[in-house]
């Protein structure tokens, strides 16, 4: 709501509040209307803490200057441009230390290695309807698919909004945000890998089909939830951007699921494929599995990582409960992933060996192939080295 002016003068350096009609009312001002992002985003609030985004910053906003100036122009301010270097050369922080140009590279460098990474929405949000505010406006600047404000706050769209009306905002990634799977794996704080593995396992389908269990199924596993979707998907062709946004907003609702029951905030805590293989099981098992079928929830509060591996267990039907190849090949994805692939106490592979026995003896009665069967240990193989015991 307010915008500082910062005007260096020798060494000395004046910070001005007022609010942005001073842009319009005091043409004797130079003024640079920089808008750094959106309080919202939060890829934009993780952006604002990066000396990368910084000094980027910087840069469009010294040539936005200079090609607004005309070169005769530029040379009134020469002796301008003269203290504000000195000014930046003189600059230290309280401790005394002073930032070089060195310093902030080296940050930039730190910054693209390992980014930081925005804490992302957990609950849904209320918008206040303001004056000249319309459906399509709101439905753009959260990120919703059309028609999707009307029907969550059930009214009908022919009415229109009303200036004070209260609307219910779900939680949201902006499809901005996402267009590939990279970008996916970025928003989310996941490896990379991770997502390109989750993409191969589950495939990628533009148009809606049924799953294995009759359920219509979209994109890369997104089982459609109600019948807004089922209206909105039907006779619909997704772009990749759609699939990968799609993806994007499911791993962030499994995301959500696990922290919701973390009383105790371990889950930051864990390394990043722990949180990845920890967050595989909502996505692919559902909020309700998740709580009621394995004691993931406890053994995450307690904090021990030996203890959340040994809860990788549960590989049945929702439709019959019985158990089922896929699903424990599943388990042991993620009970592998959680330890990297390397180093696996013993208490995860006698878990693991138990798994992989109940998919063979499930693989029996369901009378899969060999061919299904050979993947099925080839995987174990490939995971778990001889350490889990294939026949």
């Known amino acids: 709501k307010d915008v500082k002016h910062r005007t260096v003068i020798k060494k000395d350096t004046e910070t001005n509040i007022g609010s942005l009609g001073v842009l319009r009312t005091r043409r004797d001002i130079p003024s640079v209307l920089f808008e750094a992002g959106f309080q919202s985003s939060s890829y934009d609030i993780k952006d604002l803490d990066s000396w990368k985004y910084h ?17 005769d122009e530029l040379k009134k301010y020469e002796s301008e441009i003269a ?13 005394g230390y002073v930032v070089t140009e060195k310093d902030i590279k080296k940050d ?44 969550l706050n059930k009214f009908k769209e022919a009415d229109g909004l009303k200036e004070g ?21 970025n928003v989310l704080g996941f490896s990379d890998k991770y997502i390109s593995e989750l993409i191969k396992r589950e495939g990628m389908h533009q148009t809606v089909y049924k799953d294995k269990k009759g359920s219509s199924t979209v994109g890369v596993g997104h089982l459609i939830k109600n019948q807004f979707e089922t209206d909105y998907y039907k006779d619909r062709t997704l772009s990749e951007a759609e699939i990968y946004w799609l993806l994007a907003m499911d791993l962030l609702e499994a995301t959500n699921v696990v922290k919701r029951y973390d009383v105790n905030n371990n889950f930051v805590k864990l390394k990043q494929y722990q949180q990845e293989a920890l967050v595989d099981f909502p ?16 053994a995450l509060n307690e904090g021990n990582p030996d203890k959340i591996a040994a809860e990788f267990t549960y590989a049945a039907s929702a439709v019959d409960e019985k158990v089922m190849m896929g699903l424990c090949k599943r388990r042991l994805l993620e009970i592998a992933h959680f330890y990297n692939y390397k180093k696996f ?37 490939d995971w778990f080295g001889d350490k889990v015991v294939t026949r």
Request: glycine content about 6%; overall charge positive; charged content about 35%.
């Open 283 to 298: 996505f692919n098992k559902g909020e309700s599995t998740y709580t009621k079928k394995t004691k993931l929830p406890e």
């Open 165 to 185: 009306q209260i609307l219910k905002i779900p939680v949201r990634i902006h499809p901005d945000k996402v267009k590939t799977a990279k970008d996916v794996a």
């Open 345 to 381: 106490p013993d208490s995860a592979i006698v878990v693991a060996q138990k798994i992989y026995d109940d998919g063979i003896e499930s693989g029996k009665a369901e009378k899969v192939s060999k061919g299904v069967v050979d993947e099925y240990n080839k995987m174990t193989k």
């Open 83 to 95: 203290d504000v270097k000195k000014v930046v050369e003189d600059a230290q922080w309280g401790s």
């Open 55 to 71: 000094w980027r910053s910087a840069e469009v906003i010294t040539h936005s200057i200079v090609n607004f100036l005309k070169p």
């Open 108 to 151: 930039i460098k730190k910054d693209i290695k390992k980014p930081a990474i925005a804490p992302l929405p957990s609950s849904d949000l209320e918008h206040n309807v303001k004056k000249g505010e319309t459906i399509f406006s709101l439905e753009k600047m959260y990120g919703l698919r059309r028609g999707e404000l009307s029907y």
